[in-house]
């Protein structure tokens, strides 16, 4: 094609005003794209789909850049707000997905990793309570769970105390959470904090309840059925809780049946101890409907009972095991033994 002279030439000077005033107004976009400030992290893990949610320092257009088992990638769009909930759906049981959180076109760090749910096949999962400390304690578990291979991660409680949420929880698993789901209990610590405002805006639970509140639900993975219940509330016979727990367990056909909630019924601490009127409430329905193992916190130890029934000890496999992982994080009780200790 046959040119001009002056089309070959170098650009006017009014054409190198314009290139360097979209090239400084480029720059200045680049710097001023939402930065990444909390996760991502994952909620409400099944075999087909998960929530992740991420926080940005300022309004962006919320995207996620799907990496699909068979090597194609997809990107699923968002609203614009700095903090994004994108739910991924239509997936495959037991595959593995790598994700990408976008500001706008703009990966905010590098991809990660999660895998639904199968329960065609064995799973493991983290129990870990009372960990919202910054400590160097917290983070000698961390690296424990850092090297176990899981997942899931159930929280037993008391997330945060008073030294805030990133300090006690985002910045020491900013390594955990972008892989391992999580599925979060309502401590004590946790309704104090800010009168639970983080823990409930932080988190999204299925919230399957017929009152639709976020702090007592249930899911399945694998071929258990876990219930998640607030012993903050109430747990008397003919409370929402109990009904609902009630109703939740009787319907499970799941091989496995877990409870979670935060205050110890079966305890040797010596801070705190057993929890004896949730106990009354409690133990009568776990053992009505053969629960398996119930994972508590609240006391800062270790401890595993031999199985139970009617607070009896009984023979393996016709009791109820209850597990206190309360040892997550902070400076840890004394602790004595039972007649109800297994290991302590």
């Not at 995207?63 to 991924?88: K, M, N, Q, S």
């Not at 899931?152 to 959470?177: A, C, I, K, M, N």
Request: aromatic share 10%.
């Amino acid at each position: 094609m046959l040119r001009r002279a002056s089309d070959t030439g170098p650009p006017s000077g009014r054409c190198m005003k314009w290139l360097l005033a979209l090239a400084v107004l480029a720059a200045t976009q680049r710097a001023a794209a939402a930065t990444l400030t909390r996760g991502p992290y994952l909620q409400l893990r099944t075999t087909h789909s998960v929530t992740v949610i991420w926080d940005m320092d300022a309004p962006a257009r919320c995207g996620l850049a799907l990496h699909l088992p068979d090597g194609a990638t997809t990107v699923l769009g968002g609203g614009t707000a700095a903090v994004c909930e994108i739910r991924v759906e239509s997936l495959s049981p037991g595959r593995s997905y790598g994700y990408t959180p976008l500001a706008g076109n703009v990966p905010l760090r590098p991809e990660s990793v999660f895998r639904t749910d199968d329960p065609r096949v064995p799973f493991t999962f983290l129990v870990v309570g009372d960990t919202g400390s910054g400590s160097p304690n917290q983070n000698a578990v961390r690296d424990l769970m850092l090297a176990t291979p899981a997942d899931f991660l159930l929280h037993v409680g008391d997330v945060v105390y008073d030294f805030g949420f990133d300090t006690e929880f985002f910045v020491p698993y900013r390594d955990l959470l972008p892989r391992l789901p999580l599925w979060p209990t309502v401590g004590n610590h946790d309704v104090s904090a800010a009168g639970g405002v983080p823990w409930s805006g932080f988190f999204v639970t299925p919230a399957n309840n017929p009152a639709g509140v976020p702090n007592y639900y249930s899911f399945d993975a694998g071929n258990a059925h876990v219930a998640v219940i607030d012993s903050n509330l109430s747990t008397s016979p003919g409370s929402p809780q109990y009904t609902f727990l009630d109703n939740d367990l009787a319907a499970s056909t799941a091989l496995w049946k877990f409870v979670a909630f935060h205050h110890s019924i079966y305890s040797s601490g010596t801070v705190h101890g057993s929890n004896l009127p949730v106990r009354a409430n409690l133990v009568p329905l776990l053992d009505k409907h053969a629960v398996d193992l119930v994972f508590m916190g609240h006391e800062h130890n270790y401890e595993r009972t031999q199985p139970l029934r009617a607070n009896q000890v009984v023979a393996p496999g016709t009791g109820t095991v209850y597990v206190t992982s309360g040892g997550g994080g902070h400076d840890l009780y004394p602790l004595r033994t039972s007649s109800f200790t297994a290991y302590a």
